[in-house]
């Protein structure tokens, strides 16, 4: 099976960084994505990291170490628009496999 | 637009009753998956079928089922409805090559209130 773990909430300002870290353990691993929610809408993709290491999309990067069961989102730069819920994923055995999120809030 | 076509979008019944809700995926997926989405809560999968077989299941009560046809599209049929399954209700649809599976892209939810 698979066991994700994210911290809840948290705060940022405007313009800030932030980073969100996810823990996972699991029985079968493909790759690790991240989502971003917000409130009532559909989850949309950000970023998907299969080898360890850094991958970087503009104002988002998301890191993996497989060894750690250890992943973490950079959010830049940050904009108003991305107070969200952010979704660490595990793909493996057949299933994508979410944690419950952590939820950003962005204050001016 | 993710290109998952999810209906209907609000549903509202009665405890005890039965509903279907239905899921066509992007064009080209041949992956469907179902997540149930509590107030406050994560998703929780449920079934994931790929070309019209099921391919895993996740903690899906026994009073619901789920099926995908030959044209791709897929239910969920939830039966002798309890007030604890409201709920959102995505359907999530995916290009698989072998054990790798593209991003998933969802459709925009099935808000079922059971009263």
């Known amino acids: 099976g698979q066991n994700i773990d994210q911290p809840t909430e948290m705060t940022a300002t405007e313009g800030a960084i932030v980073q969100i870290n996810c823990t996972y353990q699991?029985?079968?691993?493909?790759?690790l994505f991240w989502y971003q929610q917000h409130a009532g809408e559909a989850p949309t993709f950000l970023s998907y990291?299969?080898?360890?290491g850094l991958e970087e999309k503009g104002r988002f990067s998301s890191f993996l170490s497989r060894s750690k069961g250890y992943s973490y989102l950079l959010l830049k730069e940050l904009q108003m628009k991305d107070s969200a819920s952010y979704l660490c994923?595990?793909?493996?055995?057949?299933?994508?496999?979410f944690g419950k999120g952590n939820q950003v809030v962005v204050i001016p | 637009d993710s290109g998952v076509t999810q209906t209907p979008k609000h549903l509202i019944t009665a405890t005890g009753q039965r509903v279907t809700l239905r899921c066509s995926p992007r064009?080209?997926?041949?992956?469907v998956y179902w997540y149930q989405q509590s107030l406050d809560q994560g998703l929780q999968f449920l079934i994931h079928?790929?070309?019209?077989?099921?391919?895993a299941k996740g903690n899906i009560l026994e009073r619901f089922s789920a099926q995908q046809f030959p044209d791709l599209h897929s239910e969920l049929n939830l039966s002798s409805l309890e007030l604890g399954d409201s709920a959102l209700y995505f359907c999530?649809?995916?290009?698989?090559?072998?054990?790798?599976?593209?991003?998933?892209?969802f459709g925009e939810g099935s808000r079922l209130t059971v009263l």
């Open positions: 079928y790929y070309n019209g077989e099921e391919r």
């Open positions: 064009s080209g997926d041949l992956s």
């Open positions: 994923a595990i793909h493996g055995n057949n299933r994508l496999a």
């Open positions: 990291n299969v080898l360890d």
């Open positions: 699991t029985s079968g691993f493909n790759g």
């Open positions: 999530a649809s995916s290009v698989e090559l072998a054990e790798n599976t593209g991003e998933l892209f």
